[in-house]
């Protein structure tokens, strides 16, 4: 028994050494941990030292240009700025230009409707460019409010772009000045036909260019400023729908019709500006031969025209409509089925030989291709011959 006693007090004798070498190891740890984070603290990031011009400018450049948007979220959203350290928190959030263009695909996500805020509030005074949409199963409810948010803002939309909303989830200005507007495109999700109901806006002055798709109106030439715009598209609409707003469209220069079908005879639309002319067919039925999609293309008076995008079922009317507009055409692009073999093709050229540039291209079919994209793109220079050809 004693000699357990003795053993254990040699035990704690021994324990009382090693816990002190340990202690005095820690003492001496700690102290080297301090020197270490000392020598950290006192090192600053070069990127940290940047004025914070040159920082928010590099900001900037992390977004895409305006008016594209960025996405609300991941690592290509302004959001990632915020998150990095506080001084690129304060400074992300101190830049109201920053936040000034939102895109969102609506779902059923209340964290949208708070995001969608957060950022309209970050954008100050910004004018704001804004593109929403979403599918008619998704989102009606989400939508509304989205909307309402937005609609807040009127007086500072400048690029706007609401496409795919459920016809109830949409919610439009009504006869309401847009001092900053200068693009706006609004469709909602197939197969709707919401009707359109008295003025959008009078009062854009710098409204220029307009899509408008999947609505049915009574008097289209109502709805907005026609006159001023130099680009227009409609799409799913009758050639009467078009023409009712085309008489008012007088100073286009770019223009891109897709046409659905009706029975009437079109009038007689004279546009002295237009550059360039896409005509396309939705659910085109070769069967019916719609005279009036087919001949639509009669229907216009335009000198200018210089590039011109077409069905191939209207073939047969280019040779009267060059005839009796008077234009010098560049460029006739025929997408789809043209009916014609590559032998008439070659007469076809042959019996237009003003014409530099004439291309087929089945390939490109009517409505669901990118044929009418790649014309815009090359009205504005952006786009080859030999780019279209090769689609």
């Known amino acids: 028994m004693l000699d357990a006693h003795a053993a254990d007090r ?20 700690t102290v080297q941990k301090k020197s270490a984070q000392a020598r950290l603290d006192a090192y600053c990031y070069p990127v940290l030292t940047l004025p914070n011009e ?27 700025l915020t998150q990095i350290c506080q001084k690129w928190r304060n400074i992300a959030l101190s830049m109201s230009s920053l936040w000034r263009a939102i895109s969102c695909d609506i779902r059923d996500v209340e964290e ?14 910004c004018p704001l ?7 008619y199963r998704h989102g009606t409810g989400t939508a509304r409010k989205i909307m309402g948010a937005v609609l807040v803002h009127l007086g500072r939309w400048e690029h706007i772009s609401i496409v795919s909303l459920p016809h109830d989830g949409l919610l439009l200005p009504v006869d309401t000045p847009l001092p900053l507007l200068r693009t706006l495109e609004l469709s909602v ?28 109106y009574r008097n289209g030439g109502d709805l907005l400023p026609w006159s001023q715009l130099t680009s227009l598209t409609l799409l799913n609409q009758t050639p009467s729908q078009c023409t009712a707003i085309l008489m008012h469209a007088v100073n286009l220069v770019y223009c891109e019709l897709t046409l659905s079908e009706d029975g009437t005879q079109p009038q007689v639309i004279s546009l002295p500006r237009l550059e360039s002319l896409v005509i396309i067919h939705y659910e085109y039925d ?31 009317h280019v040779e ?16 789809g089925e043209s009916g014609v073999s ?19 291209n089945s390939r490109l079919i009517d409505w669901e291709s990118p044929a009418a994209a790649q014309m815009r793109k090359r009205n504005e220079g952006r786009l080859s011959i030999a780019d279209f050809a090769a689609a």
């Open 129 to 135: 460019s804004i593109r929403l949409s979403t599918s």
């Open 10 to 29: 040699a035990l704690v004798v021994d324990l009382d050494g090693r816990i002190q070498a340990l202690q005095r190891s820690i003492e001496e740890l």
């Open 112 to 125: 949208q409707c708070r995001m969608v805020d957060n950022w309209l509030g970050r954008s100050g005074n």
């Open 54 to 80: 040159i920082t928010s400018e590099i900001f900037l450049q992390f977004n895409p240009l305006y008016p594209l948007c960025p996405p609300l979220t991941g690592p290509f959203s302004p959001t990632l």
């Open 189 to 216: 999700d197939w197969p709707y036909h919401p009707p359109l109901r008295g003025a959008i806006s009078h009062d854009a002055p710098r409204l220029t260019s307009v899509v408008l798709g999947l609505f049915s």
């Open 342 to 360: 590559f032998v008439e093709e070659e007469l076809f050229r042959q019996a237009l030989p003003s014409i530099p540039t004439i291309s087929f």
């Open 320 to 335: 009267s409509f060059f005839e009796a507009s008077g234009c010098q055409l560049q460029e006739l692009h025929v997408t």
């Open 286 to 316: 070769r069967e019916s031969h719609s005279t009036a999609q087919n001949k639509y293309l009669l229907s216009f008076v335009a000198p200018a025209l210089r590039r011109l995008q077409l069905p191939g079922e209207c073939v047969a």
